[in-house]
């Protein structure tokens, strides 16, 4: 069965991404990623991809080493980050994280933002990615 994490930070979705990832809860992930110096309410937490990349390397996780345009779901490794709701302040790009896992042959968003009615996202046609990055040995 899966679950999702609740991101506990309006910013804490690279956090909770990753703890998505690694099957802890929001606040291992987050007491981890503060002895890392990397805090949930850094901006650079969800406009640079080194940080969650640090946390799945710090647990042994592989990332493909670049972003990769997004093209179709069905594209996709069975286990990704997704960057969603791509947005701009003071020209900088900015975006939300989610985790799209392939489970049996069918597809799911684990999506940690709190306001949703489920965090286990199948509306697919209402998500636009703009790159992935793939995860390996998780």
């Known amino acids: 069965m899966l679950n ?3 991101q506990e930070e309006t910013t804490g979705c690279g956090i909770a991404s990753v703890a998505n990832i690694l099957s802890k809860t929001y606040l ?3 007491a981890t990623a ?3 110096g990397i805090q949930a309410e850094d901006k650079s937490l969800w406009s640079d991809t080194q940080y969650v990349r640090k946390m799945l390397s710090h647990a042994g996780v592989e990332t493909s080493p670049d972003e990769t345009p997004f093209e179709s779901w069905g594209a996709l490794p069975d286990l990704a980050l ?4 791509h947005h ?3 020209g900088k790009n900015f975006w939300h994280w989610v ?3 392939r489970v049996g042959g069918k597809d799911y968003v684990l999506d ?3 306001y949703l009615p ?4 199948t509306d697919f046609n209402e998500m636009h990615p703009k790159w992935f990055i793939a995860v390996q040995n998780a």
């Open 4 to 6: 999702s994490v609740i």
């Open 28 to 30: 291992e992930m987050k």
């Open 34 to 36: 503060n002895a890392m």
């Open 82 to 85: 997704l960057s969603i709701k």
């Open 88 to 90: 701009q302040e003071d």
């Open 99 to 101: 985790v799209f896992k």
């Open 112 to 114: 940690s933002a709190s």
């Open 118 to 121: 489920s965090n286990i996202r």
